[in-house]
């Protein structure tokens, strides 16, 4: 399985960066995602841009991260999934038209 981890620029050249989180530090691949300028928020997958995100969804990635990672030592969630748990489950755009519309098969 492969997680998508947050990571903001803090320099670049052309389709490389040079990324961190926390204390990690790491180069990127931008060819998926072009240049772009520092401070800018990745998604990256194994060492690779896979989409730009805003600081606050960058933010909430990391806290979910961290509650799976506190899980997984024996502890808890905390408030890990706070935007998710103060509304109800959303649909995609289409399967709530499809839904509007009544249609309950593929």
Same mark, same amino acid.
């Given at each position: 399985?492969? #997680? &998508?981890?947050?990571?903001? #620029? $803090?320099?670049?050249? =052309? $389709?490389?960066?040079?990324?961190?989180?926390?204390?990690?530090?790491? $180069? #990127?691949?931008?060819?998926? #995602?072009?240049?772009?300028?520092? =401070? !800018?928020?990745?998604?990256?997958?194994?060492? %690779?841009?896979?989409?730009?995100? !805003?600081?606050?969804?960058? *933010?909430? $990635?990391?806290?979910?991260?961290? =509650?799976?990672?506190?899980?997984?030592? &024996?502890?808890?969630l905390g408030d890990a999934f706070a935007d998710?748990?103060?509304?109800?489950?959303?649909?995609?755009? *289409?399967?709530?038209?499809?839904? %509007?519309? =009544?249609? !309950? !098969? %593929?």
């Amino acid at each position: 399985m492969c #997680v &998508g981890v947050p990571m903001q #620029v $803090i320099g670049s050249t =052309g $389709i490389v960066a040079q990324c961190q989180s926390g204390d990690l530090h790491e $180069i #990127v691949d931008l060819s998926l #995602v072009g240049p772009v300028p520092d =401070g !800018t928020w990745l998604l990256t997958f194994l060492g %690779a841009a896979r989409e730009i995100i !805003t600081e606050d969804e960058a *933010h909430k $990635i990391t806290a979910a991260l961290e =509650g799976l990672r506190s899980l997984m030592a &024996g502890g808890d969630l905390g408030d890990a999934f706070a935007d998710l748990e103060s509304r109800g489950p959303q649909l995609p755009p *289409h399967l709530a038209a499809a839904a %509007a519309a =009544g249609k !309950t !098969t %593929a």
